[in-house]
């Protein structure tokens, strides 16, 4: 009998944890650019971030990166990290751990679940929760499902669901889309599929889940005016005084980075002189609702663009990220994407 209440207890531990911390619940994307380890993977094309590859990729540039990286999710947590956390560009397993173990991450309590795709390069998606504020459930890797007559190995889209504070389910899908290279026209179908399926996935959580409180985050390659998003996704732009009854029959996408007048950047990623809305944080109507249990807060939707994240952008105007490499030139700084954030408000009954 003693050992039936000991795994009772030991089970409700994360709920019971819930009543110790605050409400705060903030998540954030961000596409870390090209975080490899420096040992050789002979099962993946990453030659080019080894000690003696192109890009002299040093376990002391590499630990620099982790340290970077950690630094960046401390400052947008502000008092605290974030709650979840997807990571886009990353190795391995191997570079999870080190970040979680190696830099002052290693006092967030954070656990992770991570693809398994089959990237040439072997860059794969990530997800990170503190244990106390999002209690795990389940997870998933799931390849993209090509059309006939199409084929590009790929990142995995992964699904991560687990209960919060207000006893609901949480669902979370991020996502690497695959690259514009070789042209956004030539690509785009290869996208189309991978959104497409992404709304299938919804769709069924929306039919099996008694309230389904979606939320789909990650580098899309796409900016919201793209078919793969209007079309492959249905992703409508989040607009405050228009968003649909959480009691529609039919399950609504808004896209809280779709307008950019909204955002304090032009966009989350430079190009060529150009930015671009690349980076995406959707979420199902009905965290849309303030009254809802469960509910975003507009006022914390935004890219997360501190001086320390540029540099001066000596080939077009203005600033641009400062990266790790710019072309082969050694930086040392963080990634050419900008993180996004939000938070969310739980209500208790």
Avoid at 224 to 239: I, N, T, V
Wanted: aromatic share 10%.
């Amino acid at each position: 009998m003693k050992r039936i209440v000991l795994l009772i207890f030991v089970g409700l531990l994360p709920f019971l944890a819930y009543s110790q911390v605050p409400d705060d619940f903030r998540i954030m994307w961000y596409n870390v650019e090209n975080l490899f380890d420096s040992t050789d993977d002979p099962l993946t094309n990453d030659n080019e971030f080894l000690p003696d590859g192109d890009r002299r990729w040093t376990p002391k540039r590499y630990n620099h990166k982790l340290q970077q990286i950690a630094r960046v999710i401390h400052a947008a947590g502000q008092w605290s990290t974030p709650a979840i956390i997807g990571l886009g560009e990353v190795e391995n397993d191997t570079v999870i751990t080190h970040l979680l173990s190696r830099t002052p991450l290693r006092n967030q309590a954070y656990q992770y679940v991570i693809t398994s795709g089959s990237d040439p390069r072997g860059i794969n998606v990530a997800l990170l929760y503190q244990r106390d504020k999002f209690a795990h459930i389940g997870h998933r890797s799931i390849p993209v499902a090509y059309r006939e007559g199409r084929e590009k190995p790929t990142r995995d889209i992964l699904h991560l669901w687990g209960r919060v504070i207000t006893g609901d389910t949480l669902d979370i899908i991020a996502c690497h889309l695959p690259s514009r290279s070789g042209g956004g026209k030539e690509t785009e179908g290869y996208r189309m599929d991978a959104t497409r399926q992404m709304r299938l996935l919804c769709d069924s959580l929306y039919r099996v889940r008694s309230s389904a409180h979606i939320i789909l985050m990650g580098d899309f390659n796409d900016t919201p005016a793209d078919k793969s998003m209007r079309e492959g996704l249905r992703a409508m732009p989040y607009d405050p005084d228009k968003t649909s009854s959480p009691s529609e029959e039919s399950l609504s996408l808004y896209n809280l980075f779709a307008d950019p007048k909204r955002l304090s950047y032009p966009g989350s990623h430079k190009y060529q002189g150009e930015w671009n809305q690349l980076d995406h944080i959707i979420v199902s109507s009905n965290l849309l609702s303030p009254g809802n249990k469960i509910s975003v807060i507009p006022g914390s939707i935004c890219l997360f663009a501190p001086s320390f994240l540029f540099t001066e952008d000596q080939t077009h105007r203005g600033v641009r990220p400062l990266r790790s490499f710019y072309g082969y030139q050694y930086e040392a700084g963080f990634s050419d994407h900008l993180p996004l954030l939000l938070d969310l408000k739980f209500i208790s009954e």
